[in-house]
């Protein structure tokens, strides 16, 4: 199952991710895909709050993990884009901390396709000018995709 939603604005963007935490339990893991500024940190900015995680939420591109433990449930946030190989990873022991009691966002997860869990889901963010993405939500392995198009239909856009 496939479900894609319409975002106008970065607070849109924030909203499907508050919307969809509702959904997440602990041992699940998202990946965000796009090019660079296609919002994929706005979307985990969302999935914080709507978590319950107040602080701020900023994109670990340098420390490539970055664990926010004051929501209802801990988030594990990890930007890839610095990967090169999938063995930096292994080394460091990060692998460890993708799946387990906690809820983990890959960004620029095609880095090191291979640690990824069989059963999980897929957000693609397509930009379509200006301030206005397309945002796409795909299981893989039977994961469910939960139905949140109500947010763009019940005015809070998407």
């Known amino acids: 199952m496939t479900q894609s939603l319409l975002s106008r604005s970065r607070a849109d ?18 990946l965000i895909s796009g090019p ?41 946030h990890f930007d890839w884009y610095r990967i090169r190989d999938p063995e930096e990873l292994l080394v460091s022991g990060l692998d460890e901390f993708i799946r387990g009691d906690w809820v983990t ?6 880095r090191a396709e291979v640690l990824l869990p069989e059963d999980c889901l897929e957000i693609a963010l397509r930009p379509l000018g200006g301030d206005a993405r397309e945002i796409t939500l795909s299981g893989r ?18």
């Open 36 to 76: 660079l500024g296609a919002g994929k940190s706005e979307l985990a900015r969302g999935v914080a709050r709507g978590l319950g995680i107040m602080e701020p939420v900023t994109s670990p591109t340098f420390t490539l993990l970055n664990v926010y433990q004051s929501g209802r449930v801990i988030l594990h």
């Open 13 to 30: 963007t924030q909203a499907v991710g508050r919307a969809l935490s509702g959904f997440l339990k602990p041992g699940d893991v998202v």
């Open 105 to 110: 966002l890959i960004e620029w997860h095609g």
């Open 141 to 158: 392995g039977g994961f469910p995709v939960p139905d949140i198009r109500e947010i763009s239909e019940g005015g809070e856009g998407a």
